[in-house]
């Protein structure tokens, strides 16, 4: 396990940049797993930068999303397909056939988990991971729970999740009750794995999941049994750190 300390959210987001980017370099044709939400923002805006000077091409990479919410239009303000569209793909010079987004409106949830996961079987696997950590210790939607769900699945969000997610929706009514999300086994084969987190809000659970027992309760914790992780925080997200 590598841990980085940034001095603030503008350094976190530079160094998780330069290591997606290093990875682009370093195999052409990479397979990166993206995370949605407010900390991979500022990631995407510093490689949107490195592609606007020149110094990244996303043409021949492949793009798989760890989640997506279950029962909203793509074309919802708040889907993550809307999101990535957003805040990143249509920005870079990506093909828009390599990128992978669980279909939320799917009338098959799990035949299209079936399908997602041998879309990444066909693609030769995740070279890189991206995560992003929640209030609770969930990496993706996979929830704290008595044991780790395993691959692609469809879950029920825990409450403080729903709850933390409302301020994008207006109201916690608003919030979708379930999503389809890459399990732990999903993740956990990846080949490289980088986890972000910022702000003091994010402290007990990074504690918690790098230092803590590995347990499903928080499911962040399970990275440490990984054999390439790679974790950046910055001052507040790493302050309780021995």
Known sequence: MNIIFARDYDELSRLAAAKVADTMRSKPGAVLGLPTGSTPLGMYRELISMYKEGKLSFKDVTTFNLDEYEGIPKEDENSYYRFMRDNFFSHIDIDKERTNIPDG??????????????????????????????????????????????????????????????????????????????????????????????????????????????????????????????????????????
Do not use: W
């Not at 409106?105 to 996961?117: A, L, P, Q, T």
């Not at 699945?153 to 608003?174: C, D, M």
């Open 105 to 242: 409106m799917s009338c098959d949830v799990e035949g299209e988990c079936r399908d997602y996961e041998r879309r990444i079987e066909k693609a030769g696997g995740i070279d890189l991971m991206v995560l992003g950590i929640g209030n609770n210790g969930h990496i993706g939607f996979n929830e704290p729970a008595s044991y780790y769900a395993g691959i692609t699945h469809r879950v029920k969000l825990h409450e403080n999740t729903i709850e933390a997610n409302s301020r994008f929706f207006g109201s916690i009514e608003k919030v979708p009750k379930y999503a389809v999300t890459m399990g732990i086994k999903s993740i956990m084969q990846c080949r490289s794995i980088m986890m972000l987190a910022s702000g003091k809000a994010k402290a007990d659970a990074i504690k918690k999941a790098l230092e803590g027992p590995i347990t499903p309760e928080l499911p962040a914790s399970v990275l440490q049994l990984h054999r390439d992780l790679t974790v950046i925080v910055d001052e507040e997200a790493g302050s309780l750190l021995k």
